[in-house]
């Protein structure tokens, strides 16, 4: 019985082995670590080029805003419709997007309808997408401000987009987050992540925390779409970070 107790108080000595990340997983995107982005610069002839194409009319000058504030229900819509909006591009992208073998450039567009408020998140947001200086595709981008990473993860030679969509009130930061396509030309939701950043931190409140998602997905295989998956950790608000894994799946 000796060598058999020997063995098992050597193997309660040694250290603990950390959980082994699964082969066929590898991480898409991780909002645990801060995005160090910088803003894009827009020539202003490109500016220009791109927001004539999209709008028939818009303002430059937001001092000229001159919309009523009971334009109706849609009052975003009634103010577009007017061409009561200050238009920006707020990121650029080049890619494949509406078909394989294509060099088109895609921007995001802050339509910002004159006095949307922040109930109103600022205002829509659009993406055109453009092959030269034709314009090749003009959406509603449900929101979404930015573009966070660029793929092709079933190989078909059409590039997805993760794109972003954030709100700060009252020091808390919630950013949501869609894998989305624009094959042909239309807006595609391949999935939908919830919420995942929400951090609370600015708040000063003694209850608050971060939290952060990991997207996942399964090996690439060429013309089928990987499994995609999510967790979801927590953090205290220390400098430095200590994130336990709290749940998968999307997270409202």
């Keep these: 019985m000796k060598p058999l107790i020997l063995c098992l108080a050597l193997i309660s000595l040694a250290p603990a082995q950390k959980p082994m990340m699964q082969k066929d997983r590898q991480v898409l995107f991780d909002f645990r670590v801060d995005d160090e982005s910088t803003p894009v610069k827009i020539a202003p002839a490109t500016q220009k080029m791109v927001l004539s194409k999209v709008f028939r009319r818009y303002l430059t000058d937001a001092n000229k805003c001159n919309f009523p504030a009971d334009a109706g229900e849609d009052y975003l819509a009634a103010a577009r419709k007017a061409g009561q909006m200050v238009?920006?591009?707020?990121?650029?992208?080049?890619?494949?997007?509406?078909?394989?073998?294509?060099?088109?450039?895609?921007y995001v567009i802050e339509v910002n309808e004159c006095n949307a408020s922040h109930a109103d998140n600022f205002g829509t947001k659009r993406v055109a997408i453009f092959?030269?200086?034709?314009?090749?595709?003009?959406?509603?981008?449900?929101?979404a401000r930015g573009v966070i990473k660029k793929t092709d993860l079933n190989s078909d030679g059409i590039d997805e987009l993760l794109m972003m969509t954030g709100d700060m009130a009252q020091g808390t930061l919630t950013e949501m987050a869609t894998l989305v396509s624009f094959q042909n030309g239309r807006r595609h939701v391949i999935q939908e992540f919830g919420s995942v950043v929400l951090d609370s931190c600015a708040s000063g409140f003694p209850s608050s925390t971060s939290e952060a998602s990991v997207i996942y997905i399964s090996d690439v295989t060429p013309g089928a779409m990987p499994k995609i998956t999510q967790e979801n950790y927590s953090s205290s608000c220390r400098k430095t970070k200590r994130w336990r894994l709290v749940s998968r799946g999307k997270k409202e």
């Design 87 to 106: 238009p920006s591009i707020g990121d650029v992208e080049t890619g494949s997007f509406t078909a394989p073998g294509q060099t088109q450039t895609l």
């Design 131 to 143: 092959s030269g200086q034709q314009l090749v595709a003009d959406v509603d981008a449900d929101f």
